[in-house]
T-cell receptor, first 111, second 115 residues
Framework: DAKTTQPNSMESNEEEPVHLPCNHS???????IHWYRQLPSQGPEYVIH???SNVNNRMASLAIAEDRKSSTLILHRATLRDAAVYYC????????????FGPGTRLSVLP | GAGVSQTPSNKVTEKGKYVELRCDPI?????LYWYRQSLGQGPEFLIY????????DSGLPNDRFFAVRPEGSVSTLKIQRTERGDSAVYLC?????????????FGPGTRLTVL
């Protein structure tokens, strides 16, 4: 699986937007971009995924660069509950693809 | 509905002992994954089941680790002759079909401590 790079940590104030970047310069045409997050003492949970176009759901938005070599996860209004480690993962669409997790970005949200 | 469950939540054992960790996936999910997570790191893939068969066991670190899923639902990860380096959180995940676009649903993990 292709490698992603993310900042080790980021900080945000509560109720402000947060932009979490991810670089994936070696992405292939069949790779989807997935974001998961892991709250303290829990297993990872799905946030969002996309291929080429920007995606929105109730949790977040995913902005994908035109060349697909980078993406940004956008939390529109950070809450204290959004404090977690956020993982950006590439995964091809076919069967049997496991996730290759990096160290992720630890997001702290300040009240 | 019920999510992925894992038992026990915590397991403390002595070096050299045998342990079994259990995963109950979401009902109807054909794909099941095991990961291991050390402190401060992201989860590391161990093995993937499609139905009853291990489709990819390339992440198992050595032959002390083995996993089964005999009826295509519950899975057990077995570790023989445990070593202190096996201490970690073991995570299980399931997905509906195993396609790369499927969401993986993770359990809360089993924290294994080898003394």
């Amino acid at each position: 699986d292709a490698k992603t790079t993310q900042p080790n940590s980021m900080e945000s104030n509560e109720e402000e937007p947060v932009h979490l970047p991810c670089n994936h310069s070696t992405i292939s045409g069949t790779d989807y971009i997935h974001w998961y997050r892991q709250l303290p003492s829990q297993g990872p949970e799905y946030v969002i995924h996309g291929l080429t176009s920007n995606v929105n759901n109730r949790m977040a938005s995913l902005a994908i660069a035109e060349d697909r070599k980078s993406s940004t996860l956008i939390l529109h209004r950070a809450t204290l509950r959004d404090a977690a480690v956020y993982y950006c993962i590439l995964r091809a669409f076919n069967y049997g693809q496991n996730f290759v997790f990096g160290p992720g970005t630890r997001l702290s949200v300040l009240p | 509905g019920a999510g992925v469950s894992q038992t026990p939540s915590n397991k403390v054992t002595e070096k050299g002992k045998y342990v079994e960790l259990r995963c109950d996936p979401i009902s109807g999910h054909t794909a099941l994954y095991w990961y291991r997570q050390s402190l401060g790191q992201g989860p590391e893939f161990l093995i993937y089941f499609q139905g009853t068969g291990a489709a990819d066991d390339s992440g198992l670190p050595n032959d002390r680790f083995f996993a089964v899923r005999p009826e295509g639902s519950v899975s057990t990860l077995k570790i023989q002759r445990t070593e202190r380096g096996d201490s970690a959180v073991y995570l299980c995940a399931s997905s509906l079909t195993g396609r790369g676009t499927d969401t993986q649903y993770f359990g809360p993990g089993t924290r294994l401590t080898v003394l």
